[in-house]
């Protein structure tokens, strides 16, 4: 699994790709690089799924407290470009109903205020 950060205007885009699972350490890495962002002051995250391959129950928890924890301080964090599997997996959990997810970056990045 990678992670990469860019930056497009105020908001930070993290773009994971590959599995994020339990195992390779998939899912602290991407709660350690949300987490991280967040205490720095980077308040308005968006995560580019487009290259995850699969997440499981482990990377699927990791992605959550993130976005627990980003909007206890204040933040936003929201998912962009989640395949069809992913959205499965947010909708058999109820979880499409906590997080904004959108289909395109530009789309995404209008909603943050």
Do not use: C, P
Request: hydrophobic residues 40%; glycine residues 10%.
């Amino acid at each position: 699994m990678q992670i990469s950060e860019r930056q497009v205007g105020k908001v930070t885009v993290i773009d994971i790709s590959g599995k994020v699972v339990l195992g390779d350490g998939g899912d602290s890495q991407v709660k350690e690089k949300l987490l991280t962002l967040a205490e720095k002051g980077q308040k308005k995250l968006l995560v580019n799924l487009a290259e995850v391959t699969y997440v499981d129950s482990a990377g699927l928890g990791a992605i959550v407290h993130s976005y627990t924890a980003v909007t206890k301080q204040g933040g936003e964090l929201k998912l962009v470009n989640a395949t069809k599997r992913i959205r499965d997996l947010l909708a058999i959990t109820k979880l499409l109903t906590v997080f904004e997810i959108f289909d395109s970056e530009a789309d995404a990045l209008r909603s943050f205020g």
